[in-house]
């Protein structure tokens, strides 16, 4: 019998070493080498992991030469269509042939729900969806929820690589789908599924695969519980693209994140509401976040935020009552909770607001998270309204970030702040006077409020 050979993996960064050690040499990480079972694999073995083409793989290699720049040629390649506007927005256009795309999530979030309804959305295209998770029935019972059908949609349950590949050159898809990486396995090596070097190697066939074909594989991966996605970090530095898919499971809304694009902007997002029919693109996601205001409450104000490229108007609201307990508490939901301490300092300081014995409560409707510095003067004008139980007009906006000293600070792109909250119906925005030169604030139809200190802002809209 062969002698077993083990080897030792960093969880973090896919390092690897013959013992074991307490401090990963490569990302600095404590604790977080492993222990795998490696079994080389000879010509006969390596033979049955996906290969070239015959035309490529029979053609010689060439070796590559370094090109000055000026002589390389580039071309704008065309994009598949993915027939879903939001998909598209965050991928910067569509599918790029040949790219890799990893796409994370809690459990039950609606991953796969997502892709198969881009599977089933791709029209003329052969899509080859391969499934280690779910049997074929579960998969039909999710399709016929979805009330679509595409005949050009395969499926495969199947979790060893090798067979995959067997399947896909006989298939020859357009498109493959992947649920998920950490269930596959190749018998190359010898680890168990999910392990630091099987992801890493069935990511690598893929890799190869998607880059000698130009077919553009979508991976589904899982996430740890601080967050981030399962098995080694090089698995993000491997795909071209990362996406996050996140949001509470008890509400409707879904928001698609950007982490890592090779081919396009990281800072597009996409907004998905989960109805009972699948997931369905918010196109105005400003207007359902704001549809629920039925009447005039305190505590309540509306900040105009960015959230990459697309501006929202969101509702902030904020719950501010005498503490119970000897600690005033201090809890913020969708908001950096320590810088609404800070702002809570700022309005104790520069306003002479007595908040020190109250209890301040913070939440950002619709389960968003958020972190423009934009919404600070929403915060403090709903805390104000709260704290002496006096509500704001409903058509009134606010858009400015707080400094230490209760200045009133400059925000990013506030032309289209403005243009959306003009689009639903605000009368007034309240923003800083440094935004107001160089902007021609008469061509909105909305009036603008510049202002320089936050004293100023809150006698303007509670006398």
Request: charged share 20%; with cysteine; proline share 3%.
């Amino acid at each position: 019998m062969a002698k077993v050979k083990t080897l030792f993996f960093c969880q973090n960064c896919g390092a690897q070493s013959a013992k074991w050690i307490g401090r990963c040499p490569s990302c600095g990480e404590w604790n977080t080498y492993v222990e795998e079972v490696i079994e080389k694999a000879d010509t006969a073995t390596a033979n049955t992991a996906w290969k070239a083409s015959t035309t490529v793989g029979s053609s010689p290699t060439k070796a590559a030469k370094p090109k000055p720049l000026g002589e390389i040629l580039y071309e704008e390649e065309s994009r598949l269509d993915t027939h879903d506007g939001e998909l598209n927005r965050v991928l910067g256009g569509g599918l790029v042939p040949g790219s890799l795309v990893l796409i994370g999530g809690e459990p039950g979030i609606g991953k796969s729900t997502l892709m198969l309804q881009i599977a089933m959305h791709l029209g003329r295209l052969k899509v080859l969806y391969v499934s280690g998770e779910e049997s074929e029935q579960q998969i039909k019972m999710r399709a016929e929820r979805l009330g679509q059908q595409h005949a050009g949609l395969y499926i495969l349950t199947e979790t060893g690589t090798q067979n995959i590949f067997r399947q896909i050159d006989q298939l020859q898809p357009n498109v493959v789908i992947i649920d998920s990486i950490q269930t596959l396995h190749s018998s190359l090596v010898e680890a168990g599924a999910g392990s630091v070097s099987q992801v890493r190697e069935c990511t690598q066939e893929l890799l190869k695969y998607a880059k000698e074909t130009g077919v553009p594989v979508l991976l589904i991966g899982h996430i740890t519980k601080d967050g981030s996605i399962a098995g080694p970090k090089i698995l993000e530095h491997m795909v071209d693209t990362v996406l996050q898919f996140e949001g509470d499971r008890h509400l409707t809304y879904r928001i698609l994140r950007t982490i890592k694009n090779r081919f396009g902007s990281t800072s597009e997002l996409g907004i998905y509401e989960m109805q009972g029919s699948g997931l369905r693109q918010v196109s105005n996601p400003s207007e359902i976040l704001l549809s629920q205001r039925t009447e005039t409450l305190s505590g309540i104000a509306i900040g105009a935020t960015l959230e990459g490229n697309r501006p929202l108007l969101v509702e902030v609201q904020a719950l501010v009552t005498p503490a119970t307990y000897g600690t005033p508490q201090r809890s913020a939901t969708g908001f950096d909770a320590k810088r609404l301490q800070m702002l809570l300092a700022v309005l104790e300081k520069r306003s002479g607001l007595r908040l020190g014995q109250h209890d301040v409560f913070l939440n950002i409707a619709g389960g968003l998270r958020l972190d423009d510095p934009a919404l600070d003067l929403a915060v403090c004008a709903a805390v104000v309204s709260s704290l002496n139980d006096i509500p704001l007009a409903g058509e009134i906006c606010l858009a400015a970030e707080v400094g230490l000293s209760g200045e009133i600070r400059a925000v990013s792109r506030l032309d289209q702040r403005l243009s959306e909250a003009e689009k639903l119906g605000f009368a007034e925005m309240y923003i800083s006077q440094f935004n107001a030169r160089g902007l021609d604030l008469s061509r909105y139809g909305i009036r603008v409020h510049p202002s320089g200190r936050l004293d100023e802002v809150l006698a303007g809209l509670f006398g």
